[in-house]
């Protein structure tokens, strides 16, 4: 399995993406991302902050042929805009398939019907986020929005990732890097 580390502190792959309040774009309102990809030729993470209406994960495995054997229904992320029918793992590092694509020290991405297989099976990683779709920045875009008000980094952090709920992520994420999210205004200003 290829680990991806980033040997560059200007990129963020294995950190987290925070939309700030105001963000421009109202598909990445309160947005968490866990960055998986982020290099001079671009930046791929996947959306953690909110889940697929009316999608569970069994209904997604009976969709591939796979029956849900032990597998918890669990709820299917939006992983961002960038192709919403393509499925993505997020997972823990105990386990890795043939092209799983270790981030560091902090998590594995997926995009194999193996996994879902495994945890199907119960043989999966112990802890995991499915998602349909990712959020994709083209070469110096990412870089480029960093700049602007709208996102906001924090370490990466499994405990935000795999044990904490969904509508809770966006608010830890913050108060982990020691913000009162509630204080945060949603334009940035001017000096």
């Known amino acids: 399995m290829p680990a991806m580390a980033p040997d560059d502190e200007r990129f963020l792959s294995g950190q987290i993406l925070l939309a700030l309040p105001g963000m421009a774009d109202p598909r990445f309102s309160k947005a968490v991302i866990a960055m998986c990809a982020h ?3 671009g930046a791929l993470g996947i ?8 999608l569970g994960f069994h209904a997604l495995l009976e969709q591939l042929g ?3 054997g032990v597998a918890p229904n669990a709820p299917v992320h939006f992983g961002g805009p960038v192709e919403p029918q393509r499925g993505f793992i997020l997972h823990s590092l105990d386990w890795g398939g043939e092209d799983s694509v270790q981030v560091g020290d902090k998590w594995v991405l997926t995009a194999t019907i193996d996994v879902l297989r495994a945890i199907a099976e119960g043989k999966g990683p112990s802890a995991w986020i499915a998602a349909l779709g990712y959020a994709g920045w083209s070469p110096g875009q990412l ?4 700049t602007r008000h ?6 990466g952090d499994r ?4 044990e904490t709920h969904t509508r809770e992520r966006w608010r830890r994420g913050f108060e982990k890097a020691g913000i009162d999210p509630g204080l945060l205004a949603p334009t940035a200003g001017h000096a």
């Open 47 to 54: 959306g953690v902050g909110a889940v697929v209406a009316n």
């Open 66 to 68: 796979i029956a849900p």
């Open 150 to 155: 709208g996102w906001f980094t924090t370490p």
């Open 159 to 162: 405990a935000i990732l795999f």
């Open 39 to 41: 290099d001079e030729n």
């Open 143 to 146: 870089d480029e929005e960093m």
